[in-house]
């Protein structure tokens, strides 16, 4: 059965940084394409960052600099390590998993993803 389980979210203040976990049940993850999203209220899910099968990174241009993607192979988890964060970061983070990146380059659709954690929330105060 595949989890997706994240962790790591939380209130922070702007400036400050936060580390999202997420361990990955029923599937290799350094073997499939991941992805971190969020979605804000009122707003469609977005993709942030993600990585593929090579450990090649993809993180959107809105947040790079700032996020970085990465996984523990041993421990079949991923992380998303967030810093200087801005108000506007807050959102449900949510973790992904797929294969299609086998076949195609890695993106950041929600389409291209078939398992989904339930979310971490970041709240950003100013």
């Known amino acids: 059965q595949v989890q997706l389980v994240e962790s790591g979210g939380g209130s922070v203040q702007a400036g400050g940084s936060l580390r999202l976990s997420c361990a990955v049940s029923?599937?290799?993850?350094?073997?499939?394409?991941m992805g971190w999203f969020r979605q804000a209220p009122g707003k469609e899910r977005e993709g942030v960052a993600a990585?593929?099968?090579?450990?090649?990174?993809t993180v959107a241009d809105s947040v790079k600099g700032r996020f970085t993607i990465s996984q523990d192979n041993a421990k079949n988890t991923l992380y998303l390590q967030i810093n200087s964060l801005k108000p506007e970061d807050t959102a449900m983070y949510y973790c992904?998993?797929?294969?299609?990146?086998?076949?195609?380059?890695?993106?950041?659709?929600?389409?291209?993803?078939?398992?989904w954690g339930q979310g971490t929330q970041v709240t950003v105060s100013s």
């Open positions: 992904a998993g797929g294969f299609k990146c086998l076949l195609q380059p890695l993106r950041l659709r929600r389409d291209d993803y078939s398992y």
């Open positions: 990585i593929d099968s090579t450990g090649k990174p």
């Open positions: 029923g599937f290799t993850s350094s073997r499939a394409c």
